[in-house]
């Protein structure tokens, strides 16, 4: 599993010209699953996304989590995460996820990400999407389960 995390002012997620989800300040995540994943990852993911601090504090340091600024969190899936570059010019997908199995843990994340956060925004899985942020600092992490 992967997973982008951006620190925004705002952003927002179309599909065929109609938003369907918008945020505030917050998180703006890309989820990216590969063979086997499960829902355990997605269930740690969500608790590290919860304590996770990079919102600044009244001196200007990262000690804020989200749920300190009463942040929003905006979960796009992008199976694009997995994009193998090392042979040619064209990318290879062969370690994206299933798209079902992929649906599912994209799904389970949503769910997990709405008990821990309440409202959470979404894009739509597998849909061509256009998406739109403001990145605060800018302030980008990559996450990669390979590595926990």
Not at 3 to 21: E, K, L, M, P
Not at 85 to 110: H, I, Q, T
Request: aromatic share 10%.
């Amino acid at each position: 599993m992967r997973v982008v995390i951006q620190r925004v002012n705002h952003a927002s997620v179309r599909v065929d010209g109609q938003t369907v989800g918008a945020i505030q300040k917050g998180y703006l995540v890309f989820l990216g699953t590969t063979q086997g994943d499960t829902e355990e990852m997605a269930e740690r993911y969500v608790q590290k996304l919860a304590k996770l601090r990079i919102f600044p504090d009244a001196q200007g340091k990262t000690n804020c989590s989200i749920q300190d600024v009463q942040g929003e969190v905006l979960v796009v899936s992008q199976f694009t995460l997995y994009a193998d570059c090392k042979k040619g010019n064209r990318p290879s997908f062969v370690k994206a996820g299933d798209p079902v199995r992929a649906k599912e843990l994209y799904d389970c994340f949503l769910e997990k990400c709405r008990q821990r956060f309440g409202s959470v925004q979404s894009g739509v899985f597998g849909a061509e999407m256009k998406v739109e942020l403001e990145n605060d600092g800018p302030f980008t992490i990559l996450w990669d389960s390979s590595e926990w």
